[in-house]
């Protein structure tokens, strides 16, 4: 088994909390190391994008980082995050056009 890069988790959860992101989407980082409180104990580290508009359930997202995230740099895992944001601003737009 690979060895799981904590250090590149913790500089990309650092990333992940500065980049400006639309207030109605919250990051919920659970990286080893850098997990916030409300994070499940899961094998592979994982990022939930989660939709908190006018109520409080809306759509999420669950991006697990397992070992074939590793080698990538902090870019690329940055770039699967925003990915994520994106496609659910996407959804929200089409379920507000309905």
Not at 14 to 30: D, R, W
Not at 42 to 61: L, Q
Not at 76 to 89: D, H, N, P
């Amino acid at each position: 088994m690979m060895e799981y890069p904590k250090e590149k988790f913790l500089e990309l959860a650092k990333e992940l909390k500065a980049m400006a992101v639309s207030p109605e989407i919250e990051l919920l980082i659970c990286f080893p190391g850098a997990a916030e409180e409300e994070c499940e104990e899961e094998d592979y580290p994982y990022v939930i994008v989660r939709y908190v508009g006018d109520t409080d359930e809306g759509p999420e997202k669950k991006i697990i980082f397992s070992e074939n995230y590793w080698s990538a740099d902090i870019n690329t895992l940055k770039g699967a995050v925003l990915f994520q944001i994106k496609s659910l601003m996407e959804e929200l737009q089409s379920f507000e056009g309905e």
